[in-house]
Each structure stands twice: as structure tokens, then as C-alpha cells.
Nanobody
Framework: VQLQASGGGLVLAGGSLRLSCAAS????????MGWFRQAPGKEREFVAN????????YYADSVKGRFTISRDNAKNTVTLQMNSLIPEDTAVYYC????????????????????WGQGTQVTVSS
């Protein structure tokens, strides 16, 4: 599976960005998918994940109420809508595919995912 993330950029605090992740090489419709981020000098951290059908979503406390994860299985894509951005959201954002089919619950560990996109930079200026 190859994952291509896009949609990052520079935005003022309070603004919005929409990240997209397109999967190719295999359908990901049976797999949960997640978004992670990594700021300079910090470990990669969980942002959100969505189950295989799109019926369940989970968020880190730091983004809850501001970010929305969604997916389109027909297009093999997952999206992260980010609103009310703050400087602390500045990071490289990565999408990833769950290691197992039909995973449930919050999947917060990087070890749970076996395919990763190349990352897209999000910079929020104050």
C-alpha cells in the first residue's frame, strides 16, 4: 500500500486546513486508518483514527472538537478537517493504515499501523 498525504501548508491561527490521504496498491476499506503528527524534537503522536466503515471516530484530547476525520471507501481516501488551528498544531502530519482488518476502538499506538504516508507539513503562525 502506498499512501499519499496532501493539503498541508501555512495558515494563521484560527484558520482551517483540510488534509487528504489517498491509498493506492490495495483497497483499505477493511482497515481502520489514522492520522498522527510529529513536531520538531518530539515523538510522533496520535491525532485521530476512524474505523473501517467510517462509523466510529476517535480523537486526541488536544484536537477534539476542532478536527474531524472522515473517509471515502469508494475513493480509497481518508480526510482530516482541521479548524480553529493553533500554533501548537504545527507539525508534520502522517496518515497510516491499521495492521489488522476491522480494527475497533482508539488505535493510538504507532506500532498498530504498518503503512505510512510521507507526511505533509502544517505550520500555524500566531
Amino acid at each position: 500500500v502506498q499512501l499519499q498525504a496532501s493539503g498541508g501548508g501555512l495558515v494563521l491561527a484560527g484558520g482551517s486546513l483540510r488534509l487528504s490521504c489517498a491509498a493506492s496498491g490495495r483497497t483499505v476499506s477493511r482497515y481502520a486508518m489514522g492520522w498522527f503528527r510529529q513536531a520538531p524534537g518530539k515523538e510522533r503522536e496520535f491525532v485521530a483514527n476512524i474505523n473501517w466503515s467510517g462509523g466510529s471516530t476517535y480523537y486526541a484530547d488536544s484536537v477534539k472538537g476542532r478536527f474531524t476525520i472522515s473517509r471515502d471507501n469508494a475513493k480509497n481516501t481518508v480526510t482530516l478537517q482541521m479548524n480553529s488551528l493553533i500554533p501548537e498544531d504545527t507539525a508534520v502530519y502522517y496518515c497510516a493504515v491499521d495492521r489488522f482488518t476491522y480494527g475497533v476502538g482508539p488505535l493510538v499506538s504507532t506500532d498498530r499501523y504498518d503503512y505510512w504516508g510521507q507526511g505533509t507539513q502544517v505550520t500555524v503562525s500566531s
